[in-house]
């Protein structure tokens, strides 16, 4: 395994541990070395954004939940297994919502009208 690798395995460990630790009543947001963690739980789902210090929470706490209510059109009623079975489209989808970690494309039509466009490609004739 290489060096980022391990460096990224031990980082995801550590947030992880970190966030399930976390009582279920506790703000979403928490400071990680020097950055901020923006968690949203959904069901049995845990999603995180690492931001800088100068970015808003709010912002990115909405940026997780209009990912997940993509995800949710998409997928139907979307679980674990979706995503564990879907994730190219799961990150198709991130990547059509998001670009360089800024919002690329806000309606939610738009971006799951090119993932049903992508899957029209990709079917076999």
Same mark, same amino acid.
Not at 77 to 95: G, H
């Given at each position: 395994?290489? %060096? ?11 947030? @992880?541990?970190?966030?399930? #630790? ?27 954004? #690492? ?10 706490? +909405? ?26 489209? #799961? ?11 800024? @919002? ?12 049903? %466009?992508?899957?029209?490609?990709? +079917?076999?004739?």
């Amino acid at each position: 395994m290489s %060096h980022y690798q391990t460096e990224k395995t031990k980082i995801t460990r550590e947030l @992880v541990r970190t966030i399930l #630790a976390r009582k279920p009543k506790m703000c979403s947001f928490l400071g990680w070395r020097d950055l901020k963690i923006v968690y949203k739980r959904y069901v049995s789902l845990y999603f995180c954004c #690492a931001i800088e210090n100068q970015d808003n929470e709010l912002i990115t706490l +909405e940026i997780i939940h209009h990912y997940v209510e993509l995800l949710d059109k998409y997928l139907g009623s979307m679980c674990e297994l979706d995503i564990i079975f879907n994730f190219e489209k #799961a990150y198709f989808i991130l990547n059509e919502f998001l670009l360089g970690g800024e @919002v690329q494309e806000t309606s939610k039509k738009n971006v799951l009208k090119a993932t049903e %466009h992508t899957d029209l490609l990709q +079917e076999p004739r």
